[in-house]
């Protein structure tokens, strides 16, 4: 590794997958807010950290590490309770991390493994095969002496190479894998660095949970490692991860429209409660209620407006905005009908 490039090859289909999450991830970055969203940022990170430990025979569910993570007391094996606190806390410190330093990665390791194994934060020391979750081996692992050299020069190559970030992690995660570095931990730690090179060509991947992915389809995950060693190459491998971050930024966009869709009902409501006492209500009580800015009240009346909730009118030197009766009246109608449907037509008034 030290004189020549990893192999692999760069396919059309690997250049049309960069190319379009390139576009997709625009497409979030510029349309949604899944950075700066609490509930979406805990949710994802959840869900990577679950994804990440289950491949690695985790028995905890979402809802447990979700408990485990709120201080809860959980009916778990404690390894798996230790396992969830350490991979929350390496990665909730992420963005701290030098992504090209061995030190950083070895500490990375040490937070990830701790109390877990024997030589946490340490390469191993000794021989090893790499296995998959029914126990097959799958290769052997580079010798000892040679690790910390090889890992060195991946993390050159990953800093050095003009190569496309997206496709570079991919090729970083698999000879990690390839070279099994550390006695345990090896494929959670591989996962955490492949999320820590794409963060830091964009912050979105920092909440992405592509290792959610990857466990929903762990056997494939497996079987292109294994055909990638067959062809000496990482070529499928790549295409795999690819797949997988396509498919996260996705689901991504999904959860983000929904929690947005469901903010702006959570909106509506507080301007409509206060309608209720008041005849009107203008762009200042908007900014004022919801704790919003001025452009930000601006589209969110223009919305109302356009969705016939809202009718605007002026107040003296200035727009205002009240109910719309008509349309008030139709929703009233409709929701009275459907309590009569639900009460078997025995509606009392």
């Known amino acids: 590794m030290p004189s020549q490039n990893p192999p692999f090859e760069i396919t059309p289909k690997i250049l049309t997958d960069i190319a379009e999450i390139a576009e997709l991830v625009g497409k979030i970055s510029s349309a949604q807010s899944l950075s700066s969203s ?32 709120q201080g809860k007391t959980v009916l778990a094996p404690p390894k798996d309770i230790a396992e969830v606190q350490n991979a929350y806390e390496i990665y909730e410190h992420m963005d701290a991390l030098d992504p090209y330093s061995i030190d950083a990665l070895l500490s990375a ?27 097959e081996i799958l290769h052997f692992g580079t010798l000892p002496d040679y690790v910390p050299g090889l ?39 591989g996962r955490l660095w492949h999320t820590l090179l794409l963060s830091k060509w964009n912050p979105l991947f920092a909440w992405l949970p592509v290792e959610s992915i990857v466990h929903n389809r762990q056997q494939e ?43 702006e009902d959570h909106n509506w409501k ?41 009718e605007r009118c002026r107040n003296g030197r200035v727009w205002a905005y009240k109910i719309n009766q008509t349309k008030c009246s139709i929703i009233t109608e409709r929701e009275l009908n459907k309590g009569e449907r639900q009460d078997g037509g025995k509606h009392t008034k």
């Not at 020069?153 to 000879?175: A, R």
């Open 38 to 69: 609490p509930t979406l940022r805990r949710a994802n990170r959840i869900r990577t950290i679950h994804g990440s430990l289950a491949i690695e025979q985790n028995t905890l569910s979402i809802e447990q590490v979700t408990a485990v993570l």
């Open 109 to 135: 390791h040490g937070v990830m493994m701790r109390g877990l194994v024997g030589e946490a934060g340490c390469f191993r020391s000794r021989p090893v095969g790499v296995v998959n979750h029914q126990g």
């Open 151 to 189: 890992v060195a020069d991946l993390l050159d190559w990953t800093k050095d190479s003009s190569l496309p970030m997206l496709l570079k992690s991919c090729v970083f995660h698999y000879e990690f894998e390839l070279i099994h570095p550390f006695a345990d931990g090896n494929g959670r730690v």
């Open 221 to 263: 995950y497996y079987d292109t490692i294994n055909a990638s060693n067959s062809e000496g190459k990482s070529t499928k491998f790549i295409l795999f991860m690819l797949s997988a971050i396509k498919s996260s930024i996705h689901e991504a966009i999904d959860m983000s429209d929904d929690v947005m869709d469901d903010k």
């Open 270 to 310: 507080i301007v409509r409660d206060y309608l209720n006492d008041h005849a009107l209500i203008q762009n200042a009580d908007v900014c004022r209620l919801l704790g919003v800015s001025s452009a930000t009240a601006n589209r969110l009346l223009r919305g109302w407006v356009q969705e016939d909730k809202l």
